[in-house]
């Protein structure tokens, strides 16, 4: 049986298609049209319709007649379905044994010493990071400064997490205050902490960490974007580790709603913006640090000009100065 490929499915899609469609239109098409003849426009297409039974010669009207697809359909396609499943199963199995060496070699001693610090650029950190979680065994600790990720994004993340912690993994992950005002967000956290995973946020900025095990670490490349660091070297780890530990002390249970909590996490981010006012940063830096929109970012210093009966920020800067202000005093509701 003849074998198609990509060549033969895009002279099938462009020109078999229509020719096959103009046969079907006009219940055939003469065997002396000059289009399918030696060197004819369509010879290329009619060959391949002939090749695939999808038209057949009529000698008493000396003529080619259309054949019903749904036969020639199923002797074209499942061979090719069934190839499709050797390979993908052959694929799979290949990943496991790719996966077994990665994970002997990451545990080996020489690892940590060797390979303390490595650099991985564009698509193969997504690929880097999801064969990093599969290994994970007891813990993980993630930092997720973004709020805008994609309900697409956090769809897929939602059930390789579930994956994780029902292996037994301990995980939980830290966001911003400002991650409360996603809804994509707060479907994925539901769906996480249902399975045992714990998820806080914090008013402070911090960089994007994921720390597996206390073994790996995964950080952002402070100039390039597009750079993840890998840290092995367990001293650092266990540095990045605590970092993590600290900010989580000071976090709040993102499934806690109750109205005191809420008026808290305001507070706090009002601090904040005062703070990024009183510093002078820039408002794309501090709608950044707050993980806000630059609008939103924009709403609060309205509100702080209204509240402070300021009509510039030189004005509100001054003010909050007059009075002492520094961003540092939130006053907080008594657990």
Known sequence: MASYGPEQRALFED????????????????????????????????????????????????????????????????????????????????????????????????????????????????????????????????????????????????????????????????????????????????????????????????????VVDRRVAVIPHQDQSLVAVIVREPAVVEYLADVFERSWARARPFTNRETSLMKDIASEQRAMTMRMLIEGHADPVSAKRLGVSPRTYAGYVADLKAEYEAETRFQLGYTMGRLGVSGQEVELDED
């Open 15 to 210: 020109d078999a298609a229509k020719l096959y469609d103009e046969i079907c239109q006009l219940g055939g098409i003469a065997s002396s049209d000059y289009r399918i003849a030696d060197g004819g426009e369509l010879r290329g297409a009619f060959d391949l319709l002939a090749e695939m039974g999808l038209i057949s010669y009529d000698s008493e009207q000396d003529r080619w007649a259309p054949e019903d697809p749904a036969g020639v359909q199923s002797r074209i396609v499942s061979p090719l379905s069934q190839e499709a499943s050797k390979l993908l199963a052959e694929s799979s199995q290949w990943n496991t044994v790719f996966g077994n060496l990665a994970l002997s070699f990451r545990r080996a001693p020489q690892a940590s010493t060797s390979r303390a610090i490595t650099y991985l650029r564009g698509p193969v950190i997504n690929d880097f990071l999801e064969q990093l979680l599969t290994e994970c065994e007891e813990e993980l600790l993630t930092a997720q400064p973004e709020t805008g990720r994609r309900p697409g994004v956090l769809a897929q993340a939602a059930l390789r997490d579930i994956a994780t912690v029902e292996r037994g993994v301990k995980m939980r992950t830290l966001y911003q205050h400002s991650a409360r005002r996603s809804s994509a967000t707060h479907t994925y956290v539901a769906a996480v902490t249902a399975q045992g995973a714990e998820v806080r946020t914090l008013d402070e900025f911090f960089n994007r960490m994921i």
